[in-house]
Structures are given as structure tokens and as C-alpha cells.
């Protein structure tokens, strides 16, 4: 599913585990392809490449994106 389907919904991101991560800020491409920026519940947003190695599911009728966040990409991560 392309990233642009997504744009106009209240979509939240989940972790692997269910644990919700934050919300869908936007979707922005700068050229290499679509990038998701999520907005963490704490900390700033960062931006995760719309491809199945980091976005394996997308649930759109529940508004759900599952996502694979690499170890340290969120804030509360860095101060461990």
C-alpha cells in the first residue's frame, strides 16, 4: 500500500509488539522514495523509509502501521 493512501487518516504506529508508538505526522519523499515521519507520544518525530523492512504491515481499516524502529531511534531509548 503507498504512503499516500494514508495522508487524510488519524493513523497510529505501532510497534512489533502492539505498543503504540506515536502517530503518522506526514509523508514526505525527497526524491528516493517515501519517508514516514512519525510523531513519538514523547521526544521529537523522526522518519522511517515506507518499505516492508521497516513498515511490515499497514492496517488501513483500523488506522493502524505496524513499524520495525530500529534500537535508538527514539528519545527515551537514547538515555538509556
Avoid: C, Y
Wanted: proline share 5%; glycine share 12%.
Amino acid at each position: 500500500i503507498g504512503g499516500r493512501m494514508i495522508i487524510n487518516m488519524d493513523v497510529k504506529v505501532k510497534d512489533q509488539n502492539g505498543t503504540e508508538i506515536g502517530e503518522v505526522q506526514a509523508i514526505h519523499n525527497f526524491g528516493a522514495g517515501d519517508m514516514l515521519e512519525v510523531r513519538p507520544q514523547a521526544g521529537k518525530s523522526f522518519m522511517l523509509p515506507f518499505q516492508d523492512d521497516f513498515i511490515p504491515n499497514v492496517d488501513v481499516e483500523a488506522g493502524v502501521i505496524e513499524a520495525f524502529v530500529p534500537e535508538g531511534w527514539l528519545k527515551e531509548e537514547k538515555k538509556k
